[in-house]
């Protein structure tokens, strides 16, 4: 080979060499400054969980961003989990898996049962804090529980019915599920309130399974079984809006008083438009926000109060009118 063809091989191979040698330390340098980035991101706080009914749920979904809201201003890593349809088994195992992976802190939907109650002494055990929202589980170790004082609420919806009709009444309840404490507690609740008026009678209970497409079953065969139904209460956040839809499909120009709980954006609308006549209100955002809060005092302190519980309020077309529509984010 002649010396300048060699030349030329050394040099090229030289350049190669070279210019692969400077993408190594160049790309070496950004792989390790984005791992350092990486790892500087992952130095939070405190590591919390919370677990809810129903992953995608709305109602959840406030709660979750209300819990998110205070993780971000305090650097905490919030994991948010939950069975994809509202199951208790899934959600006990989710609650066990959280105190196996010893995160500091469980936010939780509270749930019925002698497991639960073990989970519970599990973690206290383990030093992991457990927070109950929106059900609680008094008898349980829980160290503390945020939300609505349920069945306050439910007496909430006794008394609207009593307040805003005459004559008699015969009541459908939809609820969301019978085994869930909160609609428990809610329907107690609001027993209690109609014990002081002999107008008001429950004919019928039935459940929705939280699905908006439940209540509007739950309200065909409310009606179908006890015609005579002229009120209807929904006891959980999708109800009032499966009522509205049931009866547009069965009897659309029947006049029945409904009561819903809660204030999704739909529901609103729907008393807007004079289809629900009253709804009383729970502030999930504030729950989580709130919830979170009494979570960091617990990494250091034992509480003096354990309930804390959130307003509820009855909110009917006048109170939106008169409102400007702020409370809700
Ligand atoms: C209840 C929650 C329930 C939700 C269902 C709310 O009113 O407080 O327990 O998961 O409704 O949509």
């Known amino acids: 080979m002649k010396y300048s063809s060699k030349l030329f091989i050394y040099i090229i191979s030289g350049l190669i060499f070279l210019s692969s040698f400077l993408g190594m330390i160049y790309y070496g340098y950004k792989t390790f400054h984005i791992e350092e980035e990486a790892i500087v991101q992952r130095e939070y706080t405190y590591h919390f969980a919370l677990i809810s009914e129903e992953s995608d749920n709305k109602y959840w979904h406030m709660i979750e961003r209300g819990a998110s809201e205070f993780a971000a201003e305090h650097n ?11 199951d208790n088994d899934q ?5 066990d898996r959280m105190i196996s992976a010893r995160v500091d802190g469980i936010i939780t939907q509270g749930v019925e049962g002698r497991r639960f109650v073990d989970l519970a002494h599990k973690g206290l055990d383990r030093r992991i804090p457990i927070i109950t929202i929106d059900t609680d589980i008094k008898s349980s170790a829980r160290k503390a529980y945020v939300g609505t004082d349920n ?3 439910g007496q909430l919806a006794g008394q609207t019915i009593i307040e805003n009709t005459t004559g008699e009444q015969y009541v459908g309840i939809v609820t969301g599920r019978f085994e869930a404490i909160n609609q428990q ?3 107690a609740g609001f027993k209690d309130a109609i014990k002081s ?3 008001i009678h429950i ?3 039935k459940e ?9 079953q739950a309200t065909y065969s409310l009606l179908k079984e006890h015609p005579e139904i002229n009120a209807l209460v929904g006891t959980s956040a999708l109800d009032g809006i499966g009522i ?4 547009h499909e069965i009897v659309p120009n029947k006049n029945v008083y409904i009561t819903a709980f809660d204030i999704l954006p739909e529901t609103i609308q729907l008393i807007e438009e004079g289809k629900i006549d009253a709804t009383i209100a729970q502030y999930p955002e504030e729950m989580g926000y709130k919830a979170m809060e009494v979570m960091v005092e617990l990494q250091s302190n034992d509480l003096l109060e354990t309930q804390f519980f959130t307003e509820t309020k009855i909110i009917t077309k006048e109170e939106i009118e008169k409102l400007p529509w702020g409370e809700q984010k």
């Open 76 to 86: 905490i890593y919030l994991e948010y989990v939950a069975p994809q349809k509202a």
């Open 208 to 216: 929705s399974n939280i699905t908006q497409i439940g209540a509007a």
């Open 91 to 95: 959600l006990l195992k989710l609650l």
């Open 203 to 205: 004919v019928g209970v």
């Open 197 to 199: 008026s002999d107008r």
């Open 185 to 187: 507690e809610r329907i």
């Open 244 to 247: 509205v839809e049931g009866l």
């Open 151 to 153: 069945f306050q609420a």
